[in-house]
């Protein structure tokens, strides 16, 4: 029996958690694995009593994390706490003995055969994706070719399985990434050229010899916003 560890830190409006929690729960997993959940709770205990068939772990971080009706305002020292608390979810997925780590941000519903076409993939780091409306209206996703966020190729929007060189939040990563060395935390020598944990861990990733792919037979959905969120509400009803 294969183990994976579906984790996340958890910073969450309420409701936007349990529309998330509730795509957890619809997701089919495929025979021969079982699926524990891990939450490091980080300054937003008024989610704790709707955390179900979970782990989780409670901390403080500190940092102010604000958001706006169409953004999220990230600093520079909040990307460096949350590489701190991914990697908080690595240490539970090695110390578990798991054989695969599911990182899926708390703001994203997944569709029900997520899990099925990531592990058939058979890649050592794959992301499945999903699309977002920037405030400019142009749309952007979750995975990118070079530098901060250059290149999304057009094919991306149709099914299949590409090479890609940069990808995040709802990534399926095998266990021998982590022991090779691979991780979340800041390279000391870049500052500002690459903003974001994410980046920091697809370079070392690539660095260590590791591809990484993003899969697009089922995108996800983003309730990036409030807006998003209650449009999803009602397609749901």
């Not at 021969?32 to 979970?54: K, L, Q, S, T």
Request: glycine letters at 6%; proline letters at 4%; charged letters at 25%.
């Amino acid at each position: 029996m294969k183990k994976i560890l579906i984790t996340a830190p958890l910073r969450q409006d309420v409701d936007v958690f349990q529309a998330y929690q509730d795509g957890l729960d619809r997701l089919e997993v495929p025979e021969g694995f079982e699926v524990d959940r891990f939450f490091v709770v980080n300054d937003c205990n008024e989610v704790i009593p709707y955390i179900r068939d979970a782990k989780i772990e409670v901390t403080e971080t500190g940092e102010a994390y604000e958001k706006t009706h169409n953004d999220h305002l990230w600093t520079l020292d909040l990307m460096w706490k949350m590489g701190e608390l991914r990697n908080r979810t690595i240490r539970e997925m090695l110390d578990g003995g798991y054989d695969y780590w599911l990182s899926v941000d708390t703001d994203i519903v997944l569709d029900p055969w997520t899990l099925y076409h990531l592990i058939q993939a058979d890649k050592d780091i794959v992301s499945e994706i999903f699309w977002t409306q920037a405030p400019n209206g142009k749309y952007w996703c979750n995975a990118w070719m070079f530098d901060q966020s250059f290149g999304m190729p057009e094919e991306w929007h149709k099914p299949g399985l590409y090479q890609c060189g940069m990808t995040g939040a709802l990534t399926l990563v095998k266990r021998k990434v982590f022991e090779a060395g691979v991780s979340y935390a800041k390279i000391p020598n870049i500052h500002t050229a690459l903003r974001g944990e994410d980046r920091h861990f697809c370079v070392r990733a690539a660095c260590a010899g590791f591809e990484l792919w993003i899969d697009s037979h089922c995108p996800a959905r983003h309730l990036y916003t409030r807006k998003l969120y209650e449009e999803y509400m009602a397609e749901r009803r």
